[in-house]
């Protein structure tokens, strides 16, 4: 079933696969699905489910081809401390640059390294030295010092999808240097952009005493990682096939007929305080008392499925959000036109890239985001005879891509009146133009790209002997 030359790849992350159902999974699964199949290997993760046992029931795995897919539950206190705590309330906040949202508290620390520990010695006995192991995202950082602790001593890679603030901001987390040292158990650290790497970088030198080395290398006490910058991409053959799908012909063709003429402008996000939805819609509200010849000719349609619902910071944003639609809306509504719509629905890849396809203008407008994959879906499913007008954050990880987009700040309320007024008049020639380079970068680093390389990186990294358990007895800046 796997070729034990090469080795396995082992991927662990929260949620797994799926490894078959193209039209659900979006890049990412599309990407590690590939690889996955092609070396054959293990996707970990947790089920999805609580139990009385939590992190101790039984294994649940299914087979395809040359992959397994095995997870594990947690309890509802695991789930809590871990998930809904530690990892949303108080890392996705830090990391995304807002300490006025992070709640630290030292129950879900303990419960969210205790989880980490717990997967790491699940794993343990499934994996063997001659695997790659790689772990994802932010749930897991001490996952990698953990398995080492239970004797692993194969390569191990870890990919941040999110952003890493730079140490001013990280500093303020009580476990900061616990965490950024258990990081270095890993071989190979991959950030979306050069400046995530750049403040994991400041944090080795500036907390830890570190070093930065010639090429991608770092030196922490007797320990040398690699920090290099991975941007992750989509699939953008299957997507733009996708865009010209019947499904998708439908979803176009029906935004069309609602639009009646008016130009559609769209937003595509997981409702979270970090996509900057509402400086959008106060964006849009200025492009409406700004430039008045739109009233009555455009039609925004914000769609933004629920994410994490439970945790009060989203509930605000909710509220937050509706209350300024309504505001909106019963400001400059007539009779036959109602500016701004909302929907929660989730669509499939299908009828999202049709959606993307009416759109004229599409707005990415994150207060920071580690990439961003919406801004290159909307790309490539673009016709290049007539394609839409991406307007993209500055603070978004793909602005280093897509610099052909009209990039904003969007705490500027004015400037993305001007950028949204510049997009739904500007002239065919040049939206082709804008669009031609977009497209290249989003066909040129793709999912599968991404994926290759950061194997490729971890395959032929410098494996340093240095790791030890005690790495924090060499920190010659920790405190006494
Ligand atoms: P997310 O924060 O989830 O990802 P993003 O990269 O934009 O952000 O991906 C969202 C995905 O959800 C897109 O593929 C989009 O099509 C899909 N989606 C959104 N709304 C949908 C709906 N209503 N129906 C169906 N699909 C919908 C995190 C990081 C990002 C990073 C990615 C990948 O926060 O910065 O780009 O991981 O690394």
Redesign the pocket.
């Known amino acids: 079933m796997t070729n034990p030359e090469k080795g396995r790849l082992v991927v662990v992350s929260n949620r797994v696969g799926p490894l078959t159902d193209e039209g659900k999974a ?3 699964a599309v990407g590690l699905a590939d690889a996955l199949k092609r070396r054959g290997g293990l996707w970990f993760g947790w089920s999805g489910e609580t139990s009385p046992e939590g992190t101790h029931s039984p294994e649940k795995t299914e087979v395809f081809g040359g992959t397994a897919l095995t997870t594990i539950d947690m309890t509802a206190e695991e789930l809590d401390g871990f998930y809904h705590g530690y990892a949303n309330r108080s890392l996705w906040p830090l990391l995304h640059y807002r300490l006025d949202l992070v709640q630290f508290d030292r129950q879900s620390d303990r419960i969210y390294r205790s989880v980490n520990q717990r997967f790491a010695a699940r794993l343990a006995p499934l994996v063997n030295e001659h695997d790659l192991v790689w772990v994802h995202d932010y749930h897991f950082f001490y996952m990698g010092s953990e398995l080492r602790q239970s004797g692993f001593k194969g390569r191990l890679g870890f990919f941040l ?2 952003p890493f603030a730079p140490p001013e901001i990280l500093s303020a987390l009580p476990a900061a240097r616990d965490l950024v040292r258990s990081m270095l158990a890993y071989d190979l650290i991959g950030f ?1 952009t050069a400046q995530d790497r750049r403040n994991f970088a400041n944090f080795c030198v500036h907390e830890l005493g570190g070093e930065k080395l010639p090429g991608d290398r770092i030196r922490v006490g007797g320990r040398v990682v690699q920090a290099a910058v991975f941007p ?1 991409g ?1 699939d953008a053959e299957g997507f733009s096939r996708f865009a010209v799908s019947p499904e998708a012909g439908e979803h176009e063709e029906m935004l069309r007929d609602l639009a009646r003429g008016r130009l559609q402008i769209v937003g ?3 409702l ?1 305080y ?1 996509k900057g939805l509402v400086e959008r819609l106060l964006g849009f509200e200025r492009l409406l008392e700004d430039y008045p010849e739109n009233r009555g000719a455009v039609n925004f349609l914000q ?3 629920l994410s994490r619902s439970e945790l009060d910071a989203y509930i605000d944003l909710r509220a937050e959000l509706e209350g300024l639609a309504g505001r909106l809306n019963g400001r400059f509504a007539t009779l036959d036109w109602t500016p701004i719509q909302i929907m929660t ?5 299908r009828a ?1 890239a049709g959606i993307y396809r009416a759109a004229r203008v599409c707005m990415v407008t994150p207060l920071r ?6 801004a290159k ?1 909307f790309v490539a499913a673009q016709d290049p005879d007539d394609p839409g007008v991406l307007i993209l954050s500055r603070f ?3 602005r280093a891509e897509l610099q052909d987009a009209l990039i904003v700040n969007p705490y500027a309320t004015d400037e993305m009146a001007r950028a949204l007024q510049r997009a739904l008049t500007m002239p065919l020639d040049e939206r082709q133009r804008r669009h031609e380079k977009m497209r290249a970068k989003v066909f040129g680093g793709t999912a599968a790209h991404w994926c290759e390389s950061f194997i490729a990186a971890l395959e032929s990294a410098e494996i340093d002997a240095g790791w030890s358990e005690d790495l924090a007895a060499a920190d010659p800046l920790a405190p006494a």
Do not use: C, K, W, Y
Not at 345 to 349: A, L, N, P, Q
Not at 369 to 374: A, I, R, S
């Open positions: 979006g890049g990412l999808h999110i979306q992750i989509i595509v996000d997981r979270d970090s769609i933004a499925p629905t989730g669509f499939t890849r999202l985001d580690g990439m961003n994959l919406v879906e978004a990880g793909a």
